[in-house]
């Protein structure tokens, strides 16, 4: 038993590593191991697929020549020892085709046909066996890819029937919630403007004659509680998607919003509002404006530029406040506030040297400033507010 184990390795040894070095194991040892690797024909199977597998030789030398000589050599004097000498009738043309063949399948097909020959060694050289076993899972294979079409198709249908019902039903449900709503009445929902009368409507008629002795104010004010655009005076579309770009015409205005929403006093301020954001002489010389107030400097090309204005807190460190109006520029890329207000607030910063470039100046100016920390707070409520950064300057605008 000794000699045994010591002439094995792999898995063969680990087949018989359990059993005691005694020698009532031995014969244990021989029947595991005949019955694990002492099947014949699986042998015989082995070295016939070798001799397939064997790599041609490509190159031409004594050492080639002799490493094939010794591969298919060692093959075929096994085959002899097991009973299949090539040189006799005891090996079959049939057993030697069924391993060519048998190469050729994959693997979940070949691992198929061993199940088949399992129990009866004798159907492993029979050709029409083996024939009939592979039609067999051709036909399988039809039914099944048959099956997964059918039911592909199915599926496939049935995605495009819901699919088509949804977008009925989609754009059946947006239809019947747009349509009521275009060009309707604000109050009564009815197809005409809010300053058209209706007889269907004649309960909403009072409303209608307040809305037209209402100010310029409070009709602005109604039309965003209503949701109507500026520019019709329609519900169902805000004035940033209206297609209507015409001017207002009001006694020569120029914005774009309904006649019913002029403000008289619109064309008066027009000339203060042309002066709006004109630097002080310490920051722009000689009237050149510099390039981060752009923005903000008068326009030549249009009568006048409309900037939005808001009331704010204005907060030092200490807490102290101080109401102020603020000038919101989106295209000033640096906030400044007024040297007078910092003074009085008390707001505490340091010195800072700015280069301030103005238009067509490659150079630009060196100028130092004073930059300050604070805070701006809505008036409406106690929120924490923004903390801000601005540089000091005499004036804002003129």
């Not at 010591?6 to 005949?34: D, H, V």
């Not at 094939?68 to 057993?95: C, M, P, Q």
């Not at 100010?215 to 949701?227: A, F, Q, Y």
């Not at 040297?339 to 630009?364: F, M």
Request: charged share 25%.
């Amino acid at each position: 038993f000794s000699y045994l184990r010591s002439s094995l390795s792999g898995s063969p040894l680990a087949a018989i590593n359990g059993l005691s070095l005694t020698a009532a194991n031995y014969p244990a040892a021989i029947a595991i191991l005949k019955n694990r690797f002492g099947r014949k024909d699986v042998v015989i199977q082995s070295h016939i697929r070798k001799l397939f597998e064997v790599e041609p030789c490509v190159k031409t030398s004594a050492e080639n020549l002799q490493i094939l000589h010794d591969e298919l050599n060692l093959h075929v004097r096994a085959l002899g020892a097991l009973g299949k000498d090539l040189n006799s009738s005891r090996i079959t043309a049939a057993e030697i085709l069924m391993e060519l063949f048998k190469l050729k399948l994959p693997i979940a097909i070949r691992k198929k046909w061993e199940e088949e020959i399992f129990t009866d060694e004798a159907k492993g050289s029979d050709l029409d066996l083996f024939f009939s076993f592979l039609l067999k899972q051709v036909r399988i294979e039809q039914s099944v890819v048959k099956t997964q079409t059918l039911g592909q198709l199915r599926l496939t249908k049935a995605m495009k029937t819901t699919a088509s019902a949804e977008r009925v039903t989609t754009t059946s449900a947006l239809k019947a919630k747009i349509e009521p709503r275009l060009n309707s009445c604000a109050v009564c929902k009815g197809e005409h403007t809010i300053t058209e009368y209706s007889e269907q409507f004649q309960i909403y008629f009072s409303f209608r004659e307040q809305f037209l002795r209402a100010t310029p104010d409070e009709r602005w004010s109604l039309c965003s509680k209503r949701g109507l655009c500026y520019h019709f005076l329609y519900k169902g579309h805000l004035a940033n998607r209206c297609s209507r770009r015409k001017p207002c015409g009001e006694a020569g205005c120029t914005l774009k919003h309904h006649r019913l929403l002029h403000q008289p006093g619109t064309k008066e301020m027009t000339p203060m509002r042309d002066q709006i954001a004109a630097e002080d002489h310490r920051i722009v010389e000689d009237g050149k404006t510099p390039d981060h107030a752009v923005l903000l400097a008068k326009s030549k090309t249009r009568k006048n530029i409309l900037l939005q204005t808001a009331n704010a807190f204005i907060e030092n460190e200490d807490g102290e406040c101080q109401m102020v109006m603020c000038l919101l520029d989106t295209g000033c890329q640096q906030s400044l506030v007024r040297i007078k207000i910092a003074n009085q607030i008390g707001l505490k910063g340091h010195p800072e040297h700015v280069k301030i470039t103005r238009l067509g100046d490659s150079c630009g100016q060196h100028k130092r400033l004073q930059r300050v920390k604070f805070r701006l707070k809505d008036v409406r409520n106690d929120r924490e507010g923004l903390s801000m950064e601005a540089l000091c300057v005499p004036t804002i605008c003129k």
